[in-house]
């Protein structure tokens, strides 16, 4: 054989084998991608909710992403810690918890969990897909999508220091609460550049809010919220605070002149998510400079594409929390589940609340029972008004 031609083909095998290794590295994490050296936190996101609205989902969208340092509710802590204070005046211990933790000072924490022997000491652990990774475990590749009851068997020894070294190699951290009620008190946060703190504000119906708030365990909260050992009997008092709250948090973030930077404020309705997940997916995704991978990308087309009623929080088929199933009808079960009188109830509750973020009222069983009556503004109305 020419000698030319020979050295032709070992150089195109060789540019070949190399394209090959590049294409496996981009699909699969290596030991060395999983543990990045010298890594500084850039990026900071806080998803601030209620209780019931979706924010599960949109912090799984950030979890599942092999640069996201995500941690699940840990406020409940200082909830739990000091429940015999009133809601508001455990803001600025929350709001410290939270510089805290997005400086990776984990320390903190240890003055609000009963225990910091074993990361399993810590709320929802099992929901951050980084302590079930290395540096804080080998459950899971960095870059897999985690299933929590593996993570459960195999992590829940992981010494309680491993969740600070752990928040340490990511260069994003996500942290997801329903337990902050006033944004006024994330101001200093909000102001504080070298943090990066951006905020996603996620609303829901309160129709829907109310009618999934049956299927969960929320007695604890609601007794805190509405001040009595009996909290069953004062549930209109907990859905007038929570929708209060979340009307609150828009008006303080959309004062005058701006407390803080605008473009650190994402006012976002579970309806228009739940309508085109991936556009907003992606649109996130670009914004704070995260990669999507091809196989977190059929992640949420998979737990998207389900028509079916969604898992609430009793259900023990292993799925990760209630959001496996979850798909544009999930914004229509309230009209399914909930008589009219309990709906106007709420209506009444949360008129201010349903005026400021684009939810019609109904005015009869029929038009509660008639599906193809919009109850939304359309997204694009909403947007500009807003």
């Known amino acids: 054989m020419n000698p030319s031609v020979r050295?032709?083909?070992v150089c195109?095998?060789?540019l070949v084998s190399a394209l090959m290794i590049l294409y496996w590295k981009k699909q699969h994490c290596t030991v060395f991608d999983q543990?990045?050296?010298?890594?500084?936190?850039?990026?900071?996101l806080l998803i601030l909710s209620t209780w019931r609205a979706g924010s599960s989902f949109v912090g799984q969208l950030f979890n599942q992403n092999p640069d996201v340092f995500y941690l699940m509710e840990p406020i409940w802590h200082v909830w739990k810690l000091l429940s015999t204070k009133p809601p508001y005046l455990l803001q600025p211990a929350a709001r410290n918890l939270l510089r805290s933790i997005f400086l990776c000072d984990m320390e903190a924490l240890t003055s609000y969990v009963y225990k910091d022997e074993f990361i399993s000491d810590l709320f929802m652990w099992q929901e951050s897909r980084a302590l079930c990774t290395p540096p804080a475990c080998n459950a899971f590749q960095r870059c897999d999508i985690i299933d929590r009851l593996l993570c459960i068997n195999d992590c829940m020894q992981v010494p309680f220091r491993k969740i600070e070294e752990a928040c340490r190699t990511y260069s994003h951290i996500v942290v997801k609460a329903v337990r902050l009620l006033d944004l006024k008190v994330l101001y200093p946060l909000l102001r504080d550049q070298s943090l990066?703190?951006?905020i996603i504000h996620l609303v829901r119906d309160p129709r829907a809010i109310f009618s999934s708030r049956q299927y969960a365990r929320l007695n604890y909260s609601n007794a805190m919220l509405s001040r009595s050992k009996n909290s069953e009997s004062n549930v209109n008092i907990v859905m007038q605070k929570v929708c209060d709250a979340q009307v609150r948090i828009y008006n303080a973030a959309r004062a005058?002149?701006?407390?803080?930077?605008r473009n650190h404020y994402h006012l976002v309705r579970f309806e228009d998510l739940a309508k085109n997940p991936l556009d907003y997916f992606k649109m996130w995704y670009q914004a704070f400079g995260l990669t999507m991978s091809s196989r977190l990308e059929s992640w949420v087309h998979n737990i998207t594409s389900v028509d079916e009623k969604p898992i609430h929080y009793g259900s023990k088929d292993g799925?990760?929390?209630p959001i496996s199933k979850f798909s544009k009808r999930t914004t229509q079960y309230w009209r399914?589940?909930?008589s009219f009188q309990?709906?106007?109830e709420v209506q009444h509750l949360c008129r201010e609340n349903m005026k400021v973020f684009g939810y019609h009222p109904v005015q009869s069983e029929d038009e509660l029972k008639d599906s193809l009556l919009q109850l939304v503004v359309p997204q694009k109305s909403f947007q500009e008004e807003h």
Do not use: A, H
């Open 7 to 9: 050295f032709s083909r």
């Open 12 to 14: 195109l095998l060789v």
């Open 35 to 44: 543990i990045p050296q010298g890594r500084t936190v850039k990026t900071r």
């Open 196 to 198: 990066n703190l951006t």
């Open 256 to 261: 005058s002149p701006p407390p803080f930077p």
């Open 319 to 321: 799925t990760l929390m």
């Open 336 to 338: 399914e589940n909930l």
């Open 342 to 344: 309990k709906v106007q």
